[in-house]
């Protein structure tokens, strides 16, 4: 995955939240992100081989097999379509494929229109409105913000609204269900509102937002380390280490993850021997780590140890590939 640009040309593996199911930098991320879906009745053989797919970041076999699953033979019914269809769409997003993402959303969008005029006897047109998933809602939205649309903030206020009226409503009813569907709802749309915000270059108003995902959600790791990254774009790095001393105190972190935030500091201040020597302490706790080999291998670079750096990402490939390394000649 790409590494985001840092001052002066520097690069280390650093994405920040990147929408709710954004370019997350470990497969337990992924998953925690991809959690967000709120899963019903799913098809227990497909539906998981599709998450685990996803929680591996493997998007280009989450499009082959969701797309096996839709045009196959077996029947599906309306939420496992869904479900199949909104996995789909990440998948998309994350290669980039938005105009064939909004042209899903639009397909399905459309056979939900048909699917309720039929069960409804007629009354479709009207149930539709407010039936269509939120995912499906906050993934269109997510669209318009990664293409870089002028209608990107508009579209993400209108469905804030639209969930707080809702969470006025269970509240209200004591729902303590739809309380908790609300703030996993508003969780998923504020991390898109910061990445939005990320990627216009507005870093105040990212911070922001993600302070107030950590303060509605306090627990949170992933919170806790997307802010450690936007304060190293912002050139906090003071913040920064703050933020990765508290993780390491409060939150249930690996010491991988560290090693690695811990590198991403000292790369972004230039001091590439130390950042090598943590992104080499995540690669000794997890081979298979390709992020801090990506890291290490660019930190090598800046050293001008160039033959290391092409043997480490050499050494990354093949510990991925597993049994389709080559042995030694």
Same mark, same amino acid.
């Not at 196959?72 to 019914?77: A, F, N, R």
């Not at 709802?185 to 991390?191: A, C, G, I, N, V």
């Given at each position: 995955?790409?590494?985001?640009?840092?001052?002066?040309?520097?690069?280390?593996?650093?994405?920040?939240?990147?929408?709710?199911?954004? %370019?997350?930098?470990?497969?337990?991320?992924?998953?925690?992100?991809?959690?967000?879906?709120?899963?019903?009745?799913?098809? =227990?053989?497909?539906?998981?081989?599709?998450? +685990?797919?996803?929680?591996?970041?493997?998007?280009?076999?989450?499009?082959?097999?969701?797309?096996?699953? #839709?045009?196959?033979?077996?029947? !599906?019914? &309306?939420?496992?379509?869904?479900?199949?269809?909104?996995?789909?769409?990440?998948?998309?997003?994350?290669?980039?494929?938005?105009?064939?993402?909004?042209?899903?959303?639009?397909?399905?969008?459309?056979?939900?229109?048909? +699917?309720?005029?039929?069960?409804?006897?007629?009354?479709?047109?009207?149930?539709?409105?407010? @039936?269509?998933?939120?995912?499906?809602?906050? #993934?269109?939205?997510? &669209?318009?913000?990664?293409?870089?649309?002028?209608?990107?903030?508009?579209?993400?206020?209108?469905?804030?609204?639209?969930?707080?009226?809702?969470?006025?409503?269970?509240?209200?009813?004591?729902?303590?269900?739809? =309380?908790?569907?609300?703030?996993? /709802?508003?969780?998923?749309?504020?991390?898109?509102?910061?990445? @939005? +915000? #990320?990627?216009?270059?507005?870093?105040?108003?990212? $911070?922001?937002?993600?302070?107030?995902?950590? %303060? %509605?959600?306090?627990?949170?790791?992933? +919170?806790?380390?997307?802010?450690? /990254?936007?304060? =190293? !774009?912002?050139?906090?790095?003071?913040?920064? /280490?703050?933020? *990765?001393? /508290?993780?390491?105190? @409060?939150?249930?972190?690996?010491?991988?993850?560290?090693?690695?935030?811990?590198?991403?500091? $000292?790369?972004?201040?230039?001091?590439?021997?130390?950042?090598?020597?943590?992104?080499?302490?995540?690669?000794? !706790?997890?081979?298979?780590?390709?992020?801090?080999?990506?890291?290490?291998?660019?930190?090598? *670079?800046?050293?001008?140890?160039?033959?290391?750096?092409?043997?480490?990402?050499?050494?990354?490939?093949?510990?991925?590939?597993?049994?389709?390394?080559?042995?030694?000649?």
């Amino acid at each position: 995955m790409e590494g985001s640009s840092l001052d002066q040309g520097k690069r280390v593996h650093n994405d920040p939240v990147d929408g709710f199911l954004g %370019r997350a930098n470990s497969r337990e991320e992924a998953a925690i992100l991809l959690s967000n879906l709120n899963p019903v009745t799913p098809d =227990v053989v497909t539906i998981d081989s599709i998450k +685990y797919l996803a929680s591996s970041l493997a998007w280009g076999a989450v499009l082959e097999a969701s797309g096996s699953i #839709l045009h196959g033979d077996v029947q !599906l019914d &309306i939420n496992t379509k869904l479900e199949v269809i909104t996995f789909r769409i990440a998948a998309m997003m994350q290669t980039r494929q938005f105009d064939r993402a909004a042209e899903q959303i639009a397909a399905i969008r459309e056979d939900m229109r048909k +699917y309720f005029l039929e069960a409804s006897d007629g009354l479709g047109e009207k149930l539709e409105s407010t @039936y269509v998933p939120f995912e499906l809602k906050a #993934l269109s939205v997510d &669209i318009l913000a990664r293409k870089g649309s002028p209608k990107a903030l508009e579209a993400f206020y209108e469905l804030k609204d639209h969930i707080e009226i809702q969470h006025k409503a269970c509240s209200e009813r004591s729902d303590g269900a739809g =309380v908790a569907v609300w703030r996993s /709802r508003e969780q998923m749309l504020l991390s898109s509102l910061a990445a @939005y +915000y #990320l990627r216009s270059q507005k870093i105040d108003a990212a $911070l922001d937002t993600v302070r107030e995902l950590i %303060r %509605r959600n306090p627990d949170s790791a992933v +919170y806790c380390f997307a802010l450690l /990254r936007i304060l =190293v !774009l912002s050139g906090n790095f003071s913040a920064a /280490r703050e933020v *990765l001393s /508290r993780a390491a105190e @409060y939150h249930n972190v690996t010491a991988t993850e560290i090693h690695m935030h811990r590198g991403i500091i $000292l790369a972004a201040e230039g001091s590439f021997d130390e950042a090598l020597d943590e992104f080499e302490g995540a690669i000794l !706790l997890d081979s298979r780590n390709t992020a801090a080999a990506n890291n290490a291998a660019i930190c090598l *670079l800046h050293l001008g140890r160039i033959d290391e750096a092409i043997e480490k990402l050499v050494s990354a490939v093949c510990t991925k590939m597993d049994s389709t390394c080559p042995g030694p000649s």
